[in-house]
């Protein structure tokens, strides 16, 4: 009896089928099968396409690039004086300040390649009587412009 199971089973499944990908399909009755799409599917699909684009978007907005450390200390005054000096100077570019435990770190900039950091690097370090400013590789923020292509990504 078993082996008579598996092998009406075996046999059956060649009849099964899921789907069909001809469009010209006739069901067991001999009528043709026609499938009726609604309109909104379109629309509802270009929204969830905008959406994706939108995502990728705001995901570009972080990429690899470099910033300057401008300076490493535990005077408050000073780090803020530094800051405030940047602003009025570059406000074009932003600076990065945090305290880590006893230090104030100042960053600088959102550079794609150090050639860009080159000329503020040397400004900034003539501003605080030469002194070293580093560069940093970490992730920088960019604005995508309209040029922004999703597929290149």
Do not use: C
Request: proline fraction near 4%; avoid cysteine; aromatic fraction near 16%.
């Amino acid at each position: 009896m078993k082996y008579f199971l598996i092998i009406l089973f075996l046999f059956s499944a060649n009849f099964i089928f899921g789907q069909v990908s001809d469009p010209n399909v006739l069901d067991s009755s001999g009528k043709k099968i026609i499938v009726f799409k609604d309109y909104r599917l379109d629309i509802i699909a270009s929204k969830e396409s905008e959406l994706n684009t939108a995502l990728l978007k705001q995901k570009a907005r972080s990429v690899r690039g470099y910033r300057l450390m401008v300076l490493n200390t535990n005077d408050k005054e000073y780090a803020f004086k530094v800051r405030t000096e940047l602003l009025q100077r570059f406000p074009e570019q932003k600076p990065y300040m945090w305290f880590a435990n006893p230090y104030i770190r100042l960053k600088f900039g959102n550079f794609r390649t150090k050639d860009e950091a080159e000329y503020y690097k040397k400004q900034i370090s003539i501003m605080l009587n030469g002194a070293n400013i580093y560069y940093l590789s970490e992730m920088i923020e960019v604005v995508p412009g309209d040029d922004f292509d999703p597929d290149n990504m």
